[in-house]
């Protein structure tokens, strides 16, 4: 059984740096295919993706954000570390990890992918 | 930010059959495959379609996907209370070195 769950600070200053940790069991971040990925949801509003990083190390980040975002691996530790610098309050939001699952065909090839099993979340608030 | 278009809302009443769009361009739907994910109230959201058409064990067959072209269908057939939630369409985007894009949602009730 996969779980995700989320932690991290619920309050940060405008201009600080947020550092959240997403643990998870149920499956090994250095099986080919694998993936975490982080999402985020401002109160009320849309879905929205952050990061992904891969078994291999690979990472894919938003463009908007690719400057303030760093997203890292402990496979020991069955963790990922997202870094978000420059916190501004419009940055207020649930904070998801998900994990990534890849889908393949009969011939054993990758087809598809999804983010198949979802963390609780996390909210943070950025505000003075 | 979402550049995948749904409407806002959606509803129905209990039985009937509900149709969600998401419209999408050629970097994203047209290149890529569509999934769909369900939020219920107060909850983290939930992979309920992938591949445009594909369930994951457990959802009912009462959800349905399809995509053409450029855009994707979530149909939720005899509808029930319980399917009160929100509902987001996603893809990858091939532009900008990658991204994975979602929908700006569709809010369903049920009448």
């Known amino acids: 059984q996969i779980t995700l769950k989320e932690s991290g600070p619920t309050l940060v200053k405008p201009t600080q740096t947020l550092t959240l940790t ?20 401002p109160p009320g509003k849309a879905l929205e993706w952050l990061a992904l990083i891969y078994w291999d190390d690979d990472k894919r980040y938003s463009p908007s954000l ?3 975002l760093t997203i890292t691996k402990d496979t020991s530790k069955n963790q990922v570390v997202l870094t978000m610098t420059n916190m501004d309050p419009v940055d207020t939001a649930t904070y998801y990890c998900a994990h990534r699952h890849v889908y ?25 | ?3 995948l278009t ?6 129905g009443t209990p039985g009937q059959r509900v149709t969600i769009s998401c419209s999408g361009s050629s970097s994203n739907i047209g290149s890529n495959t569509v999934n769909w994910y369900q939020q219920l ?17 457990g959802v009912p067959d009462r959800f349905s996907g399809s995509k053409s072209g450029t855009s994707a269908s979530l149909a939720i057939s005899g509808l029930q209370s319980e399917d009160e939630a929100d509902y987001y369409c996603a893809a990858w ?18 009448l």
């Open chain 1, 104 to 128: 393949y065909d009969s011939s054993g090839y990758s087809t598809d992918d999804a983010f198949d099993i979802w963390g609780q979340g996390t909210m943070v608030t950025v505000s003075s």
């Open chain 2, 6 to 11: 749904q409407p806002p809302s959606a509803s």
């Open chain 1, 66 to 68: 690719k400057s303030r």
């Open chain 2, 1 to 3: 930010q979402s550049v």
């Open chain 1, 22 to 41: 997403c643990t998870f069991s149920g499956f090994s971040l250095s099986t080919s295919g694998v993936g975490v990925g982080w999402i985020r949801q």
């Open chain 2, 93 to 110: 985007d091939d532009s900008l070195n990658g991204l994975y894009v979602f929908g700006t949602g569709t809010k369903v009730t049920v």
């Open chain 2, 41 to 57: 109230p107060g909850t983290a959201p939930k992979l309920l379609i992938y591949s445009n058409n594909q369930r994951p064990s």
